[in-house]
Each structure stands twice: as structure tokens, then as C-alpha cells.
């Protein structure tokens, strides 16, 4: 599915992890502007931790919002710390997600407009069960 030229996606996005590191998953769901569901992401990613899963799942989503022809996105997660990452109020001291960090800004820099937002966990509930979801297929 595309989306039209111009467009603008709403994405909520979540990583998981049981065990920090262990067993970890990405979820996100892409949005329209009139709030339908036009793609989701459930994987398992391996090992990780939840930082780790955190971006990667935002970094998938960037992706798929690309492939789909946005321009524009809106992303809500419920990582504070990737959040304030993304906008610069927090400086990224592991060495383990400074390229996970990179990987998103180039993608984030694709965009017209991508900007990032923390929500309360309960908003990105959706996004939270693709992400176990992603764990438990894994795991079978």
C-alpha cells in the first residue's frame, strides 16, 4: 500500500526485552491522518537490550513509513530516553546504541518533517503487544 505524496503517518513504536540483555522484539504501528492502520511490524530481533530493541523498532518503522511514500511522520514512543536522545536533551553514552542512534537520524533527516514524542505506556499499548508478539514468534 502507498500512501499519497505529501502525506503524513502517524507511527507508534516500542522495543522489548526480557532480560537486558535477552530475548527481544520490535512492534510499531503506522497510522493515516484519519488514524486507519496501514502497515504493522511484529519481529523477533535476537538478543538485545531494551534500548536496543527500542531503536531498532523505530528504525524499521522509519523505514516502512519511507517505503510507503510519507513525507511526513509524526512518532509517539514510550521510551523516554529515546525521545530525549532524538532531540538532543540527552547525549548517548553507550557505544552499543550510538550507531543504532545514527541509524535513525539519517532516516529521521529523509523526512520533510519526523518528529518524535514520549507518551505514557499505556498510548502505545498496540505497539507494545506487536513487539512480544516479535518475542514470542521467536521463540516458537
Do not use: W
Request: charged share 25%; hydrophobic share 40%; proline share 2%.
Amino acid at each position: 500500500m502507498q500512501v499519497g505524496t505529501g502525506c503524513e503517518l502517524i507511527i507508534y513504536s516500542d522495543g522489548a526485552s526480557r532480560g537486558n540483555p535477552g530475548p527481544a522484539g520490535i512492534g510499531a504501528v503506522l497510522l493515516d491522518e484519519n488514524g486507519n492502520v496501514v502497515a504493522e511490524i511484529s519481529e523477533g530481533i535476537g538478543t538485545a537490550t531494551n534500548n536496543e530493541a527500542e531503536y531498532m523498532a523505530l528504525a524499521k518503522a522509519l523505514e516502512r513509513a519511507k517505503g510507503l511514500g510519507a513525507r511526513r511522520v509524526r512518532v509517539y514512543v514510550d521510551s523516554e530516553l529515546v525521545a530525549r536522545q532524538i532531540s538532543g536533551q540527552y547525549a548517548v553514552k553507550s557505544d552499543r546504541l550510538r550507531p543504532l542512534v545514527a541509524r535513525v537520524q539519517k532516516l529521521r533527516r529523509s523526512f520533510e518533517s519526523c518528529r518524535v514524542t514520549h507518551v505514557q505506556r499505556g498510548m502505545n499499548a498496540r505497539a507494545d503487544e506487536l513487539a512480544n508478539m516479535g518475542i514470542d514468534a521467536a521463540d516458537t
